[in-house]
């Protein structure tokens, strides 16, 4: 099936950041048509159309957006969640580079629809490039009154992959530490400054604009039954054009390797993939056959996640692989809670030290217990996401840990406990 | 000491905030773009204009990536380090890097101050993997012929980026 | 703080109910509560380290997991919220591995250092591991090797490598004293706790967080490696280091004292105390301390017998009695009984009716002070007010406590106007604050009642302090208030001043002008002030000073002539103060860990101190020297039974009038000439008062004093920061360094009290906020 371009239909348009080139194909004119209608309207045909948030969750936005009150003396805010930082990720910086009009678009109908007179665009920092971009757009936009009464802040984050949760990015927009709050209060009743906030992908706002422009109908008829609309994959690692794609949820895995990102690279086969970024399990040859949506993929036990496929050949090593995905967990961890602050470094530990030949046995089932006990009972997901990567390569590939484990002279003996008991 | 340009700059983002400290990490991106790292009398200086306690900012400041609290080269180099860019040979890249800079293990900084160098976690640019960012310019794929030229062409660059658009800051201020 | 009105509004709204079941029983509990809450209701344990009660549930440490039916994953129960029909179960096998899992996870990077760590055998984590582990650990890698032993200041170690990031300390700079002093930094596994380069932590409430960090990262130093837990005598009792009058545990070993600790008391100190009551303790342990009685032979203090010094004291007694020309000054530090025998003493026996345990700067007489120190409300309310007028008080350098309960407040709510002669810590929380130059109090006062008072709702509260009470215009100033409360009667008035046990002084009679029980003085003395500067012009019989250190109180000529002038002078102290080294006789005395007897606190609040140790060899009481010296003169020295019963009620009535009467005394302030600046005593927590002199962790949180002015009046006189500067009164001059702030308002020059190498007294008697004073490069 050809790509089905929606949100990347006129990124390679030149100069299409310019709000003149983005206006001339219909640009702004859906925010109009969307003032036309009631705020409840526009949040109805969201609802209707099924867009799940193309954030990593899959939530409602219809059904996220109608839980804004909507007392009129509430002060409520839209949140564009443009922190981008799961291993694997970069489809919203292609937006924001090539077409941030889109977006700003996006975010001026969704806060028509809530409510909120102040948008921002939480961008993480390093993209220097497109915050430049985004904060021209959106002073151009603003001085040709496109915004209306609007105001669009364009903020920059610091480096810290948990601001992309959406109560740390709450926490860390106010300038604070990055860290998630208890749900609930949900940020839709009091987010930002203790007020209702929408927090919202980038991806998600872009729908919104195709969604008001062409209706419900029109979504709906893309995609799957509950898995509406296109999605823009991205592949990377061993494959020969890594780049996005967009195409209707639902395309097979194999469809997206083999025919958009031109398949393995000369000589090598498949060996597996992390089908949503670097937060799921991985799915192997015999998986490639499922189709790319939220459903389809969660009855895998995986998940779909940012859509961000990390293929890997047969020349990877899985041990290392686990090891340094940890590793980025770790790093990431804001140890707030006890379970992944202290889970994630033990874990490294321990695959460092397979990895260095001195790893045993019992490792292995060490290392698939504690990383279940990480994930249940840590506060946020993201120690909830940093134990299937490592598990699911545990378990697909675990004689590759083996014979890592097999250099130790002394691998099937326990090792020797420095301290036996506690106390 | 930070300039007058600087502290009107982060006044001036205070106010795009309904409430000011949201303006804090941007306004610590500004004051490290023109100091080059934010040590503790800027960190002071930023809590003052804050209202804040600089223990406060100090627990910011330590807590996000983008902030160095020691000195940092005059040119920063970012290479990624993440799956994807590892599974493209960014191990073999940063080792090149590394040693065509003459770094030390366990050293960050060249001795002439030059560059910096950070092996990262992802950047979003996995396309382009093995990928860095070399101040605010994104480079990548990377080949091992091209690192020469990678150097030599950021040190024709202005320095030490700064993400916040539309700041007015004196470079190098003194400290 | 918009979840916490909301609470607070649903207090008012009827509590509504909620049944759940834990552990087979079922349980109703007012909607809101959290499951943990329900589960303390039922007396269900349930381990916790993150959570504390006096602030929000945090749900990061995860030791308080769960298992709730119908909920995919375990639950935090401090911060689960509690729902109608849940079914909880907390000893599950699900539950119990949970827990099992986050002790493995605390203990794999907590170093077993337990055998030399202060907080064995009283700490939650040892408690939990026992209780809740499994006791085999699966950790083979290497511990996190971090700092040991950094010292944040005299009072703090940290030990990184046992903190469990339960933010507990942290939490409590922010939330409850606001003062942020410790902060978790980096992040992840790197998570370290402490200050910015390990620099001294800034606050006067740090002893709490060493009291609620539930393993041993925070400690004291001053307990370091001293004691034990299992070892340790307890008693409870009341810190009278200020007026809060804080409960308080003193630990001991073998007589001698370890620590200090706070003890629950919702309606004074909560769970709270300031880190003077934490350490201010330790001058009970100093060898400077008298250790017998000393007598002027030859010009010099020599030891001397308790037989010879009591029998020419009471000789002395019977040499001077009737005199006019005889005192007795102090009483601030003694207990209410020892303050009524003292007065008693020398109303009846002696014939004088010169007491006044007031020896300070300003002393108002009856009539201007007006109304004496004391709240209307208990300590305990303030939490729950909606309103505080901060008029004139230093809260954290006075009555550091309070300013926790206010915080709390603040917390639940609660709206403060801050005003005074400048900035403190309180003033970055208030939400309108006023700085002016003494003497301006009126024009405050109607713009408060302009903009403030009409917007008052709900429960109301003034407290005034120091800088507006030392004011010739006291009197004045209270009536306007009163007027407020007339028009505003949910407004309650507090008068914060004094520190000590001054209030129980007071009401013992130890006053030129009340008598016991606050009745009128059968015949009204001299105030100290009075006696001093008559004992300045003319001979003067005797002085009787237990408790006080005049010569530090008053210019040092001034103190030359009374001193040429005093033909007899009796100290009665722990230390060798000024006023000691020059007295005929000097009598050691006890201090308030070693004796027993009752306080009275800022709200009349009548509160008893118990011997935590015996007495030092050969020591004597206040009271039991007084009662001996009277027993010479053929006296016994007895609580009368009608006072007695007073000391019965929990709190003194405190009692407001309706309104003030003008009275003739002057009120006119002093003009300001030429260059002239006006004069705010201020107070330090942290002084070099006798006691904090003698505490050698505290004494290290004192602060060079300074004297400080505004820029705009730096400029204008070429002076700059660290200036050497004299401020010259019409009485006195003083040197000191020299302080720019724009915390100080202009046209004012502020001057700490409370330290002789800054005497402020040295600029005179009498002195009094808004008093005319120069100041120029010395
Ligand atoms: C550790 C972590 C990192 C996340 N990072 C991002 C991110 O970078 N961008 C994003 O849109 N959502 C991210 N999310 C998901 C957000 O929490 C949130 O679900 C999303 O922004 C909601 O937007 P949507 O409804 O439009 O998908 C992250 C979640 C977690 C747990
Ligand atoms: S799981 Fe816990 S430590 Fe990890 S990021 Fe979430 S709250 Fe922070
Ligand atoms: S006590 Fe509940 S999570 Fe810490």
């Known amino acids: ?241 890594p780049g996005v794609v967009e195409l209707p949820l639902g395309t097979t895995l194999r469809e997206v390797i083999f025919e958009h990102a031109g398949g393995m690279l000369d000589g090598r086969t498949f060996k597996a993939v992390f089908p949503g970024g670097s937060s799921c399990s991985l799915l192997t040859e015999k998986d490639l056959d499922v189709e790319m949506d939220f459903d389809s993929l969660a009855k895998l036990k995986t998940m779909l996640g940012t859509a961000s496929l990390i293929v890997m050949d047969d020349s990877a090593d899985m041990v290392k ?103 | 000491m930070l300039s007058e340009k600087a502290k009107n700059s982060i006044l001036k983002l205070q106010d795009k905030y309904p409430v000011k400290r949201s303006a804090l990490l941007p306004a610590l991106h500004v004051a490290q773009a023109e100091i080059g790292y934010l040590p503790q009398k800027v960190q002071q200086e930023v809590a003052d204009l804050f209202d804040l306690n600089v223990t406060e900012v100090h627990s910011v400041v330590t807590f996000y990536d983008m902030f160095f609290e020691e000195p940092t080269g005059k040119h920063l180099l970012h290479v990624c380090k993440n799956i994807s860019c590892m599974l493209r040979g960014s191990d073999e890249v940063i080792a090149k890097f590394r040693a065509k800079l003459g770094l030390k293990p366990g050293e960050k900084t060249t001795g002439d101050k030059q560059f910096t160098l950070v092996a990262s976690e992802c950047l979003a640019a996995c396309d382009r993997a093995p990928m860095m960012i070399a101040n605010d310019k994104v480079i990548g794929p990377i080949e091992e012929k091209d690192i020469d030229s990678i150097i030599e062409e950021t040190k024709k660059m202005d320095g030490h980026p700064c993400p916040v658009p539309n700041i007015d800051i004196e470079r190098g201020a003194s400290h | 703080m918009s979840t916490e009105t909301k609470n607070k509004q649903s207090e008012n709204i009827k509590q509504e109910m909620i049944n759940l079941t834990i552990d087979g029983q079922v349980v109703s509990t007012p909607k809101g509560s959290t499951v943990y809450q329900a589960a303390q209701q039922l007396g269900i344990d349930i381990p916790i380290f993150c959570y504390q009660d006096r602030m929000p549930a945090l749900g990061a440490c995860r030791m308080c997991l769960v298992e709730v039916e119908k909920m995919p994953k375990l639950a935090a129960s401090c911060s689960q919220g509690a729902m109608e029909g849940m079914v909880v179960h907390t000893k599950s096998k699900k539950a119990e591995d949970g827990r099992k899992s986050i002790i493995e996870f605390l203990l794999i990077n907590h170093p077993l250092d337990c055998p030399i760590c202060d907080k064995g055998g009283e700490c939650p984590l040892q408690d939990n591991t026992l209780d809740y582990g499994s006791g085999i650990s699966r950790f083979v890698e290497d511990k996190r090797k971090l700092e040991k032993k950094t010292a944040l200041g005299p009072l703090l170690i940290v030990d990184q490598e046992r903190c469990i990031a339960c933010a507990r300390c942290t939490r409590f700079g922010e939330i409850v004293a606001g003062d942020d002093a410790l902060k978790l930094k980096d992040r992840g596994f790197r998570t370290e706790i402490g200050t910015p380069n390990d620099q001294p932590v800034e606050s006067k409430f740090i ?70 009551g934490f350490f201010g303790y330790e001058h009970v342990n100093d060898d400077n301390r008298i250790k017998t009685p000393l007598i002027r032979r030859n010009g010099e203090l020599v030891p001397a017998g308790w037989e010879e010094v009591l029998e020419l004291i009471a000789n002395k007694f019977k040499e001077v009695k009737a005199s006019p020309k005889v005192g007795a000054l102090g009483g601030s530090p003694l207990t209410v009984e020892e303050n009524y025998f003292f007065q008693k003493l020398f109303r009846e026996v002696v014939e004088s009716p010169n007491v006044d345990a007031r020896v300070g700067l300003s002393q108002q007489d009856k009539d201007q002070e007006a109304i004496p120190a004391g709240t209307e409300i208990s300590l305990g309310e303030i939490e729950s007010l909606d309103n505080v007028l901060v008029l004139g008080s230093d809260l954290t350098e006075t009555f550091p406590v309070i300013w926790l309960r206010l915080k709390q407040g603040m917390n639940n709510g609660a709206k403060v106007v801050v005003t005074g002669h400048h900035q403190t810590e309180v003033s970055p929380h208030s939400n309108k604050e006023i700085i002016h130059a003494p003497g301006e109090e009126f024009a405050v006062l109607d713009q408060l009642e302009k903009e403030v008072l009409p917007t008052l709702k709900g429960k109301s509260a003034l407290f005034i302090g120091e800088q507006y009470l030392k004011s010739t215009s006291r009197r004045k100033i209270l009536s306007t208030l009163l007027k407020w409360k007339k028009q505003n009667p949910e407004l309650s008035l507090n008068i914060l001043e004094g520190t000590g046990n001054d209030l129980g002084a007071r009401f013992a009679g130890m006053h030129p002008a009340i008598g016991p029980a606050g009745s009128d003085a059968k015949q009204t003395g001299l105030s100290s002030s009075d006696m001093l500067i008559q004992a300045s012009k003319e001979p003067w019989d005797l002085f009787y000073v237990a408790g006080a250190n005049p010569a530090a109180k008053v210019p040092a000529p001034l103190w030359d002539q009374i001193r040429e002038k005093t033909k007899f002078l009796v100290v009665q102290d722990l230390f060798l103060t000024k006023t000691a080294e020059e007295a005929d006789v000097v009598l050691p005395t006890l201090s308030f860990i070693e004796k027993g007897g009752h306080v009275i606190n800022i709200e009349g609040r009548i509160q008893e101190i118990r011997a935590a140790k015996s007495a030092p060899e ?61 004069l705010s005593l201020s107070q330090k927590l942290f002084d070099h008062g006798t006691r904090v002199q003698y505490s050698p962790a505290i004494e290290q949180l004192v602060k060079e004093p300074t004297i400080s002015i505004h820029p705009e009046e730096a400029i204008n006189r070429l002076l700059k920061e660290g200036d050497l500067v004299v401020v010259e009164s019409e009485q006195g001059t003083l040197k000191g360094t020299l302080k720019v702030t724009e915390a100080v308002a202009k046209a004012t020059v502020v001057i700490p009290e409370g330290f002789p190498e800054l005497s402020v007294a040295q600029l005179g008697m009498k002195l009094s906020n808004a008093t005319a004073v120069i100041v120029k490069k010395g």
């Open chain 3, 618 to 678: 050969g020591l004597l009481s206040d009271a039991e020297i007084f009662t001996l010296i009277a027993q010479r003169l053929g006296t016994t020295l007895i609580l009368d039974k009608e006072f007695s019963e007073h000391l019965k009620v929990e709190r003194l009535p405190f009692k407001v009038p309706t309104q003030l009467e003008e009275i003739s005394a002057s009120t006119q302030l002093e003009e300001i000439k030429g260059e002239q600046l006006r």
């Open chain 1, 1 to 241: 099936m050809p790509e089905l371009r929606v949100l990347l239909k006129n990124i390679d348009v030149p100069n299409q950041k310019d709000l003149a080139v983005y206006e001339q194909d219909q640009g702004y004119a859906t925010l109009r048509k969307a003032r036309e209608q009631t705020p409840d309207e526009v949040i109805e045909i969201v609802k209707t159309a099924g867009l799940r948030g193309r954030g990593g969750a899959g939530f409602p936005t219809g059904i996220k957006w109608s839980f804004v009150p909507k007392d009129p003396n509430l002060e409520k805010y839209l949140v564009c969640n443009c922190d981008e930082s799961e291993p694997g990720t970069f489809k919203d910086r292609v937006i924001i580079e090539k077409d941030p009009h889109q977006l700003i678009e996006g975010i001026a109908i969704a806060s028509y629809a809530i409510g909120a007179k102040k948008a921002f665009i939480y961008s993480r920092g390093e993209f220097y490039e497109g915050i430049h971009i985004l904060q021209a757009a959106v002073d151009e936009a603003k001085a040709k009154s496109h915004l209306g009464d609007l105001d669009i802040v364009v903020h920059t984050g610091a480096g810290a992959y948990i601001a992309g949760e959406e109560t740390a990015q709450l926490d860390s927009l106010e300038g604070r530490k990055a860290q998630p709050r208890s749900k609930p209060p949900f940020p839709a009743i009091a987010g930002l400054y203790g007020k209702p906030t929408v927090v919202n992908n980038v991806e998600t706002l872009c729908n919104a604009v195709h969604i008001v422009k062409n209706g419900a109908e029109w979504f709906q008829s893309i995609g799957k039954e509950r898995n509406n609309g296109t999605k823009i994959f991205q592949i990377s690692g061993h494959v020969k054009k």
């Open chain 3, 207 to 276: 002893g709490n967080t060493i009291q609620m960090c539930p393993v041993g990262a925070l400690t004291s130093q001053v307990y370091r490696f001293r004691a034990r837990p299992w070892d340790n005598d307890t008693v409870e009792s009341t810190c009278t280091l200020c007026a809060v009058g804080c409960n308080m545990k003193v630990d001991t070993r073998d007589n001698e004292i370890l620590r200090v600790r706070s003890v629950e008391n919702r309606d004074v100190n909560d769970i709270w105390m300031c880190d003077k």
């Open chain 1, 321 to 423: 692989v686990a090891h340094r995905l940890m590793e980025f967990y770790q790093n990431e961890s804001c140890g707030k809670c006890t379970p992944c602050r202290e889970g994630t470094r033990w874990m490294v530990q321990v695959l460092e030290r397979i990895l260095s030949g001195e790893g045993t046995q019992s490792d292995l089932d060490l290392i698939l217990n504690v990383c279940d006990d990480m994930a249940a009972n840590s506060f946020c997901p993201l120690a909830v996401g940093a134990a299937p990567p490592v598990i699911s390569s545990v378990v697909n590939f675990r004689e590759e840990f083996e014979a890592y484990v097999q250099k130790n002279p002394n691998a099937d003996k326990p090792r020797e406990m420095k301290v036996k008991a506690y106390i």
